[in-house]
């Protein structure tokens, strides 16, 4: 059974720092493409950033740039995201999803083509 586990999530200061992983089990195909989203309360969900497993590729939304890292273990069975100098704004549910990209180097940036989903793990910073 293909499963994406999000954990790393809590609660923080302004300006500091927490780790999330996307843990992914029973899958088959070792090149995918793995993304960070997160939504906040009334808000619509939105891209944080992205990797694919098996290239150089990686993507941040403007909002994190500098501040977020995102990457993944040798095998690419588990994606981190290092957030640094976290803001009130950071404040979300965040949600890791992924799809097989057998063939190509780059992610699509369409959400919806991103069909494996986690749970969600909140984050919530205090200023």
């Known amino acids: 059974q293909e499963q994406l586990v999000e954990s790393g999530g809590g609660s923080v200061q302004a300006g500091g720092s927490l780790v999330l992983s996307c843990a992914a089990s029973g899958y088959t195909h070792g090149s995918n493409c793995v993304g960070w989203f997160r939504q906040a309360l009334g808000k619509e969900r939105e891209w944080v950033a992205g990797?694919?497993?098996?290239?150089?590729?990686?993507y941040y939304t403007d909002a994190v740039k500098g501040r977020f890292t995102i990457s993944q273990d040798n095998a690419g069975n588990t994606v981190f995201l290092r957030m640094n100098s976290l803001q009130s704004e950071d404040t979300a549910m965040y949600y890791c999803a992924r799809y097989p990209r057998v063939y190509g180097s780059i992610c699509d940036l369409d959400q919806s083509v991103y069909h494996d989903w986690g749970q969600g793990t909140q984050v919530t910073v205090s200023s």
């Open positions: 990797k694919h497993t098996r290239s150089d590729w990686v």
